[in-house]
């Protein structure tokens, strides 16, 4: 099986599809969603009522991903890795990575002046996540040449999941955003119709999902791809 290298790309604004390839794979990805409860306590009884507020958005969380510059000609030549640390500068690719936590200024939402950082993804091999953006980024230098030059980095990156929604369609009603979401992973030989029919009841609800996820080719979904899951209009 061939080496599947995993990187960062960014999917808008002025440095829309720029690209962070990580030297090594990452030996662990954890997701987490939590969940709003509002617990309402009674006089008369011994555990309060629980009501469900609404669900926070999806994080997830890659740690001690490699950028590695020791060996460029063997990994670039040999194993065909690509990015700036193969070529003998990670400092390029993590001054790249933290360029994608900087407000764009051209991401200003219509007539007003409220910009944002742009929204990556994580790709590795057949997975791509959800449109997310930079929540936390972490860099240790671990390793100098006699000159000071950096020659390995352990990064960290957290993500949080962009509701990419608010910039692009507008809201029926002032309570849409509220709305609970779900996250369903793509299983082995599922199609986004099938899976429109488990979660809808009828399989036409593919384009809604398409639509939710920004898809291009609605089958070209893809075991262990993420979709959001948004209740009809």
């Given at each position: 099986?061939?080496?599947?290298?995993?990187?960062?790309?960014?999917?808008?604004?002025?440095?829309?599809?720029?690209?962070?390839?990580?030297?090594?794979n990452p030996e662990k990805v954890s997701f987490s969603k939590s969940l709003k409860w509002t617990p309402t306590t009674k006089p008369t009884k011994d555990?309060?009522?629980?009501?469900?507020?609404?669900?926070?958005?999806?994080?997830?969380?890659?740690?001690?991903?490699?950028l590695d510059a020791t060996m460029p000609a063997l990994l670039k030549?040999?194993?065909?890795?690509?990015?700036?640390?193969?070529?003998?500068?990670?400092?390029?690719?993590v001054e790249l990575l933290m360029s994608f936590t900087k407000v764009d200024d051209t991401l200003a939402k219509k007539g007003n002046k409220v910009t944002r950082p742009a929204m990556v993804q994580f790709w590795w091999g057949q997975y791509k996540?959800?449109?997310?953006?930079?929540?936390?980024?972490?860099?240790?230098?671990?390793?100098?040449d006699e000159t000071g030059k950096p020659l390995r980095a352990e990064v960290g990156v957290d993500f949080i999941e962009a509701d990419d929604e608010v910039y692009d369609l507008p809201y029926q009603n002032p309570t849409s955003r509220s709305l609970a979401r779900k996250v369903r992973t793509v299983m082995e030989g599922e199609t986004l119709d099938w899976i429109a029919y488990q979660e809808y009841g009828t399989a036409a609800a593919w384009r809604h999902i398409a639509e939710t996820n920004n898809l291009d080719d609605p089958s070209d979904v893809r075991p262990g791809q993420l979709l959001r899951l948004v209740p009809l209009n």
């Open positions: 099986m061939a080496f599947e290298q995993c990187y960062i790309k960014c999917v808008e604004g002025t440095k829309d599809g720029k690209i962070v390839y990580f030297t090594f555990n309060p009522d629980v009501d469900f507020s609404g669900g926070n958005s999806f994080t997830f969380s890659i740690q001690k991903i490699t030549d040999s194993l065909g890795r690509k990015g700036d640390a193969v070529g003998g500068n990670i400092v390029a690719d996540s959800f449109k997310a953006y930079l929540q936390k980024v972490s860099v240790d230098y671990v390793l100098f």
